[in-house]
């Protein structure tokens, strides 16, 4: 999972796996971390840290039967071993939420055109690209809006980009400045403060910078 979030307020994102009957499902999930090295400020939004957690099943997961699990938490890629730095081990993870569950379907229908899903309230968000179809990739990112992007109801804000090809190639990019259109039809300028995370499909393992 990707770890991401600070002052409290932290996300994990559920690294799928298009041809894995286990893995093939995003969630985003609300959580919150426990370890004695782990403090209420902590910040998970200055690079990609990632967890290993204990074995469970998503299904339990998403369907709240399951509130907690056991995880190594690092600094990079838990799978990439050369580079990977280990922080907290045996931290709890309280799934405080999920935010959203969707089963991957390798052959649905790819995305018209750029979109995140906008995760936090008020200017300083994150973003997170919504899977589609294979290979797809998986992207976590930083951003300061110009104006916060309301949420209603239970499903998570989108941002599209029109006029954006929904590919890794058009992904977002630190420092960029652009203009989203919300899903009724707002403009919103934000600017792209950071890459936390960036994985490509469809099996979703570690992507050199």
């Not at 090295?37 to 939004?45: I, K, L, P, R």
């Not at 204990?54 to 938490?73: C, H, M, P, W, Y």
């Not at 110009?146 to 949420?151: A, N, Q, S, T």
């Not at 009724?184 to 469809?202: I, W």
């Amino acid at each position: 999972m990707v770890l991401f979030g600070s002052d409290g307020l932290l996300y994990a994102s559920h690294v799928p796996m298009f041809d894995s009957a286990v893995h093939n499902m995003q969630v985003l999930m609300v959580v919150s971390v426990k370890h004695p090295g782990v403090t209420a400020s902590q910040d998970f939004s200055d690079g990609m840290y990632t967890m290993m957690p204990e074995s469970f099943d998503l299904n339990d997961l998403v369907a709240g039967r399951l509130k907690q699990f056991r995880a190594t938490i690092f600094r990079g890629n838990v799978e990439d071993t050369e580079q990977r730095q280990e922080l907290f081990r045996g931290a709890t993870v309280q799934v405080e939420g999920v935010l959203y569950a969707q089963q991957l379907d390798a052959d649905a229908q790819a995305l018209p055109e750029l979109s995140y899903f906008v995760l936090s309230t008020g200017c300083g968000v994150f973003l997170v690209h919504p899977l589609s179809r294979a290979p797809d990739f998986d992207q976590v990112v930083k951003v300061s809006l110009e104006r916060p992007v309301p949420r209603t109801g239970e499903k998570l804000p989108v941002l599209r980009l029109t006029g954006r090809k929904n590919e890794a190639g058009a992904r977002l990019k630190a420092g960029e400045r652009l203009t989203a259109t919300r899903e009724d039809g707002e403009a919103v300028t934000f600017k792209v403060e950071r890459q936390l995370s960036f994985l490509l499909g469809p099996d979703f393992a570690p992507t050199p910078p």
